[in-house]
């Protein structure tokens, strides 16, 4: 009598668990993660995550779990999970951006409206408000876990989870980020090739010592004398000033606000230098040009000449100026970033020397954090699909330095064009706005639904067998979001070429085979 009411009460206790899937995950722990919570969010419930408010939104599980390979290791991961008639089948991991430290609610959302379980993680950085984060006792594993781990964990966590929820495992696993989720979706790409079926790598910051590094070049050459620093109505001078001499010579059409290819570009920094008795508001003093000669030349080593980064391309003016700063603001740190990771953080970034210091940051912290083999054999073996665009007037990621690792993945990786693609968006800044078209799905908050118009479900279309994308047609939009100008964005080496007609309309673009971005790439020791 005692047994069956024992079993009863069993019964009792385990049937509402049991009953849903959801609130069955509570406390489940698989390898280094262990869910902490697990609860049904019904269809339009408002929720307010990250400072914004989402209500419309389909039903789904929510789930938020932790993992750690370390003791000093505190991974957050979100993984949401659309009711199974919603379900589309496929898990999608999404990236973060710049230092991490929370969750991006942003592509979790879009991920789920499109149908995706869709699993985001904070890279075991929070808060991450600034690079401060990076020193002190135990900050090697954060380092380790923002370089590479914890995009790992997230996704096996995510993949048991999916597998646990619906009861069968998911078809197909994509990731999709930008900029530092673009370093994750590379880094998955070489050290975890068996993650991902298909990957979309936005901007990505993959050759991150060298990127850091450049920011800070950029903030010492414009701070190099009194006389070289240049003022934003300068910097919007200059902008202007290589739209006079190249808008409509580089294949882009003549009433073009924006390069469609910066290389092409023959524009100096001496073509705009003072002459006697003009106004230096209105021109460049010798200093400010031998500054903004650096910048476009590529960074290099003082002593061997050596370019370890491309340099920030021609068109990127007005988002590159943001590095500038005040000269305070570089000693502070502004645009040292991970330098003061390895000298602590009271170094002197001013006295930075790019010979024998960047190596040692190189050193100690590219094995972490540089993701540039362009050997993706492994990848491509089990059928791996992988997509990269870049704003060609990004100025933060600078985009040459992509087209370099695009060209490198042709030379080491055989068979390249059957699996991997090149997007480069003319005028398009930093993962998205600028004046160019800059609108193509490229992230899943910004859903445009079929693979003519939209990366991702190319990409998809693509894993699943489909043809490898062309042209994606990207949209320039107005301040209310309508559509105002349409153009191909070709994929590398093709470039899209003004033919005459309606400059909106992609019909007047063809996409014509170039060979290739000339401009002043790393040397061999800065590609590894």
């Known amino acids: 009598m005692k047994w069956i009411i024992a079993v009863a009460l ?11 899937p959801c609130i069955a995950l509570n406390g489940l722990a698989i390898a280094n993660s262990q869910v902490r919570d697990a609860h049904d969010v019904r269809a339009g419930e408002a929720l307010n995550l990250g400072g914004h408010s989402y209500g419309d939104l389909p039903a789904f599980c929510r789930v938020t779990a932790t993992a750690g390979a370390d003791r000093h290791s505190n991974v957050l991961v979100e993984l949401w999970l659309p009711e199974s008639a919603l379900w589309n089948h496929k898990l999608l991991g999404t990236g973060n951006g710049g230092f991490a430290g929370s969750i991006s609610y942003g592509a979790l959302t879009g991920g789920l409206k499109r149908g995706y379980a869709v699993a985001n993680t904070d890279m075991g950085t929070f808060p991450a408000s600034s690079a401060s984060w990076a020193a002190g006792t135990g900050q090697p ?3 380790k876990d923002w370089g590479y781990r914890s995009t790992h964990e997230m996704t096996l966590l995510a993949q048991a989870l999916v597998r646990r929820y619906y009861d069968q495992p998911p078809l197909r696993s994509y990731f999709v980020g930008c900029s530092t989720g673009g370093h994750q979706a590379l880094m998955e790409a070489q050290l975890y090739p068996n993650d991902y079926d298909a990957i979309l790598a936005g901007a990505p910051a993959n050759n991150r010592t060298r990127l ?6 950029t903030g010492i050459d414009v701070h190099a004398t009194p006389k070289s620093f240049l ?9 202007a000033a290589i739209l006079k001499a190249c808008v409509g010579k580089d294949g882009g059409a003549p009433g073009d606000l924006f390069l469609n290819d910066p290389t092409w570009c023959a524009w100096q920094p001496r073509d705009l230098l003072c002459q006697s008795g003009e106004n230096p508001s209105r021109c460049l003093s010798p200093d400010q040009a031998a500054a ?5 030349d590529g960074f290099s080593d003082p002593r061997t000449g050596h370019v370890f980064y491309p340099g920030w391309p021609k068109g990127s003016e007005i988002q590159v100026s943001g590095l500038f700063g005040t000269r305070e603001q570089v000693v502070n740190g502004f645009v040292g970033t991970l330098v003061p990771w390895v000298f602590g953080p009271t170094y002197d970034v001013t006295r930075f020397d790019f010979d024998g210091d960047l190596a040692k940051v190189d050193a100690e912290l590219g094995p972490i954090m540089n993701h540039v083999d362009p050997d993706l054999t ?4 089990h059928g791996g699909k992988l997509i990269i665009f870049h704003g060609l007037a990004d100025g933060i990621v600078g985009p040459l330095d992509s087209i370099n690792y695009f060209d490198r993945i042709g030379r080491a990786t055989p068979r390249s064009d059957r699996f991997v693609r090149l997007y480069l968006a003319p005028g398009m800044a930093h993962c998205q706005g600028g004046e160019g078209p800059n609108s193509f799905g490229q992230t899943p908050d910004k859903p445009v639904g079929d693979a003519q118009h939209d990366l991702l479900v190319a990409l998809d279309e693509w894993s699943e067998g489909g043809q490898a994308p062309t042209a994606i047609i990207a949209a320039t939009r107005d301040a209310v979001g309508r559509i105002v100008a349409t153009r191909p964005i070709c994929s590398y080496p093709r470039k899209a070429i003004y033919q005459g007609g309606d400059a909106r309309d992609e019909k007047s673009f ?11 790439r790393p040397a061999p020791e800065y590609l590894h």
Not at 231 to 239: A, G, I, K, Y
Not at 292 to 296: F, M, Q, R, T, W
Not at 378 to 381: D, G, I, L, R, W
């Open 212 to 217: 850091h590094v450049a920011f800070l070049q």
């Open 378 to 381: 492994a990848f491509a073996a």
């Open 141 to 143: 594993e954060m380092l």
């Open 510 to 520: 063809r996409c014509v085979m170039s060979n290739g971005a000339v401009f002043a």
């Open 10 to 20: 069993f019964a009792f206790l385990a049937g509402p668990a049991a009953a849903n």
């Open 292 to 296: 903004l000669l650096k910048i476009y």
């Open 231 to 239: 003022p934003p109505d300068l910097v919007t001078l200059v902008h």
